[in-house]
């Protein structure tokens, strides 16, 4: 059974950092996509990053390039997303995602985490 559990949302003030964490247990090698996924209120779940379990291959929006950094640990099976100068826009509750393919279109990743809130002031 495939289980991911995110961490590390929290109420911060812009321009502060944070770093969110994604613990996978139960995946397989064939599922070697892993991608993180927001959503914001009123707003549909959008794209944030992605990368490849296996490989350095890695994949941003543009509104978080430079900002934000994707990485894992395959030792701790976990998936890391820091996120640096966060900016109220980034206001949303964040999802991980497991898939078998690395794509930044959200119904294409076959397993999803629960959330985790990160909220930026101005």
């Known amino acids: 059974q495939v289980r991911l559990v995110e961490s590390g949302g929290e109420s911060v003030q812009a321009g502060a950092s944070l770093r969110l964490s994604c613990v996978a247990s139960?995946?397989?090698?064939?599922?070697?996509?892993m991608g993180w996924f927001r959503q914001a209120p009123g707003k549909e779940r959008e794209f944030v990053a992605c990368?490849?379990?296996?490989?350095?291959?890695?994949y941003y929006t543009e509104s978080v390039k430079g900002r934000f950094t994707i990485s894992r640990d395959n030792a701790k099976n976990t998936m890391y997303l820091q996120m640096n100068s966060l900016k109220p826009e980034d206001t949303a509750v964040y999802y991980c995602?497991?898939?078998?393919?690395?794509?930044?279109?959200?119904?294409?990743?076959?397993?999803w985490g629960q959330g985790t809130q990160v909220t930026v002031s101005s």
């Open positions: 990368l490849h379990w296996r490989a350095q291959t890695t």
């Open positions: 139960g995946l397989t090698d064939s599922r070697t996509a």
């Open positions: 995602a497991a898939g078998a393919y690395l794509t930044t279109i959200p119904h294409e990743y076959d397993y």
